[in-house]
C-alpha cells in the first residue's frame, strides 16, 4: 500500500518528544543546522533531560566539528572556546572509559596535555589573568611526580583521564610527569618574561603548537563518532511504540536535511490534530455520540 494511503497515527505527547529527540539527535549527528534551528523555534523547550544517553557526546562532536570544518583560527585565540574545548573533552574522558581505550592512555594524554598547553598559553598571553592565576594554571594542568599532598588534587585528576590507580606506579603516570615537566619549564620561562611575551603576535606560535595536537584531536572525533549509533532515523522504526514505528516508513535513513525537515514539519502537525482529538471537549462529544 502506498504511504500516503494510510491514515495518520493520533500521537501523544511522550510519542511526539521521542521523535522530536531523535530528529534533534540526527541534526547533530549529520550537522543538519537548518533543522536544529526549526526544532528550536517550534519546540523551544525541548525536554532538558534528555530521553537520548547520546545527546552530550553529541553537543560535542557538533561542537568539534564545527571548529574542525573553521579553525583553528580565529577560536584558538580566544581562552573561553578553549577552556570549553578542555572541559568538555576533559569531562567526557572521565565518564566514558571506552573511549580512553579507543584512543589508548599515551595519545589521551598526548591531546589533553596538547589542549592544556594551548589553553595555559592563552591563558598567559591575556591581561585578564595575573601571575597567580597563571601559576595555578601551570601547577594545576603540569603536576609531576613524585605524588605527594601539595599536588596530590592535580594528579588525582590526570588519574581520573587516565584511568591509572595513583597508588600503583604506572608507565602512564611516568610519560604524563615527564611531558609536564617540559611544558611547565616552559611556560614558567615565558612568566618570567610576561611583558614582553604579551606584546608578540602569537598566531604563528600558536598554529605551530596545534598542528602538534590536531591529528590527535581528529582521532578523537573519529573514536567520537564511533560511540554512536551510525543513523538515529533508524532508530525511529526500533521504538517501542507501534505508532512511532508506523511512521518509520515516510522518512528514508537517507533523506537529506530538507527531507527530515519537511516529515518534523509533518510531525508537529500530526501532534496539533493529536492535542485536538485528544482534548477533553472532543473525547467529551464522542463519549456523547457513542451513548
Not at 591531546?111 to 592565576?133: C, E, F, H, Q
Not at 599536588?151 to 597508588?167: G, P, T
Not at 564511533?226 to 543513523?231: F, G, I, Y
Amino acid at each position: 500500500m502506498d504511504t500516503s494511503e494510510v491514515l495518520d497515527p493520533i500521537i501523544n505527547a511522550d510519542e511526539f518528544d521521542e521523535l522530536v529527540e531523535l530528529l534533534f539527535c540526527h541534526g547533530l549527528h549529520k550537522d543538519f543546522p537548518d533543522l536544529l534551528s526549526r526544532i528550536n523555534e517550534i519546540c523551544p523547550n525541548l525536554a532538558p533531560e534528555p530521553s537520548s544517553p547520546h545527546r552530550q557526546i553529541l553537543f560535542l562532536l557538533a561542537y568539534c566539528q564545527s571548529f574542525q570544518k573553521n579553525g583553528p583560527l580565529p577560536d584558538i585565540r580566544h581562552t573561553m572556546f578553549l577552556s570549553t574545548l578542555h572541559d568538555s573533552v576533559v569531562g567526557l574522558f572521565k565518564t566514558e572509559q571506552k573511549l580512553v581505550e579507543l584512543m589508548t592512555k599515551e595519545s589521551t594524554y598526548k591531546l589533553v596535555g596538547g589542549l592544556r598547553a594551548v589553553l595555559a598559553r592563552s591563558i598567559l598571553m591575556s591581561p585578564k589573568y595575573t601571575v597567580k592565576d597563571i601559576e595555578r594554571t601551570i601547577s594545576s594542568y603540569f603536576p609531576t611526580l613524585p605524588v605527594k599532598p601539595s599536588n596530590y588534587r592535580h594528579w588525582e585528576s590526570w588519574a581520573e583521564i587516565l584511568k591509572v590507580d595513583l597508588e600503583e606506579k604506572s608507565d602512564a603516570l611516568t610519560f604524563a610527569s615527564n611531558v609536564n615537566r617540559t611544558s611547565a619549564k616552559y611556560l614558567k620561562d615565558k612568566l618570567d618574561s610576561l611583558p614582553v611575551e604579551r606584546k608578540k603576535c602569537h598566531d604563528e606560535s600558536i598554529i605551530t603548537v596545534w598542528t602538534s595536537i590536531a591529528p590527535k584531536f581528529d582521532e578523537f572525533v573519529r573514536h567520537l563518532r564511533s560511540l554512536l549509533p551510525e543513523n538515529f532515523l533508524v532508530k525511529i522504526g526500533e521504538s517501542s511504540h507501534p505508532k512511532i514505528r508506523m511512521l518509520s516508513g515516510r522518512i528514508s535513513p537517507g533523506a537529506d536535511e530538507d527531507e527530515v525537515m519537511a516529515f518534523f514539519d509533518y510531525l508537529s502537525d500530526i501532534s496539533i490534530e493529536s492535542k485536538f482529538w485528544n482534548s477533553d471537549f472532543v473525547q467529551t462529544k464522542i463519549a456523547e455520540c457513542v451513548e
